[in-house]
Antibody
Framework: EVQLVESGGGLVKPGGSLRLSCAAS????????MNWVRQAPGKGLEWVAS????????YYADSVKGRFTLSRDNAQNSLFLQMNSLRVEDTAVYYC?????????????WGHGTMVTVSS | EIVLTQSPATLSVSPGERATLSCRAS??????LAWYQQKPGQAPRLLIS???TRATGIPARFSGSGSGTEFTLTISSLQSEDFAVYYC???????????FGQGTKLEIK
């Protein structure tokens, strides 16, 4: 079964850090670009970051640039998002998602999401 | 930044009828547009990529059209399971700066 499973969410104080993980199965993870997308409570979707299959190319939304770091371990079929200097406005469900084909395409596989709450 | 504007914000349609959702880009994005369906408490599901290509397993009642700045998602005969929020997404930029529309809520009339 093709699947992405996120973990690592939780409650953190402003200025704190969290590391999200995404475990992939059922497809050749090492071939595909991967992404994080977030959704604040009751709001729409916001792209956060993307990484190419080899980790050579990394891209971030301006809202998280300099605070979040995206990485992957193709041997472990895993994707990571290190989130530092967290702000209240980072509160959201965070989804990992696979790019359908190549570097630029829709996202055809999504995880169930992990909730991050930033609050004092 | 490319801005996507979806209309209407809410669309009320009866089961069995046709629904037409619109997405307008602030500049030309060729055919670099995807559509997603999201139900409450669930992750988004890819319906359409390349403006008009249905994703694997998506029923034929879903169709996408358009290019440049004007795009449409049509659901030909609404089923009960189609009532959800729909988002468009562009992936035209390099380097990638994906943006999503604000969503259209499709509700039962």
């Amino acid at each position: 079964e093709v699947q992405l499973v996120e973990s690592g969410g939780g409650l953190v104080k402003p200025g704190g850090s969290l590391r999200l993980s995404c475990a992939a199965s059922g497809f050749t993870f090492s071939r595909d670009s991967m992404n994080w997308v977030r959704q604040a409570p009751g709001k729409g979707l916001e792209w956060v970051a993307s990484i190419s299959s080899s980790s050579r190319h990394l891209y971030y939304a301006d809202s998280v640039k300099g605070r979040f770091t995206l990485s992957r371990d193709n041997a472990q079929n895993s994707l990571f998002l290190q989130m530092n200097s967290l702000r209240v406005e980072d509160t959201a469900v965070y989804y990992c998602a696979k790019t359908r084909d190549g570097y630029l395409d829709g996202f055809d596989i999504w995880g169930h999401g992990t909730m991050v709450t930033v609050s004092s | 930044e490319i801005v996507l504007t979806q209309s209407p914000a809410t669309l009320s349609v009866s089961p069995g009828e046709r629904a037409t959702l619109s997405c307008r880009a602030s500049q030309s994005i060729s055919s670099s547009l995807a559509w997603y369906q999201q139900k409450p408490g669930q992750a988004p599901r890819l319906l359409i990529s390349g403006a008009s290509t249905r994703a694997t397993g998506i029923p034929a009642r879903f169709s996408g059209s358009g290019s440049g700045t004007e795009f449409t998602l049509t659901i030909s005969s609404l089923q009960s399971e189609d009532f959800a929020v729909y988002y468009c997404q562009q992936y035209h930029n390099w380097p990638p700066m994906y943006t999503f529309g604000q969503g259209t809520k499709l509700e039962i009339k």
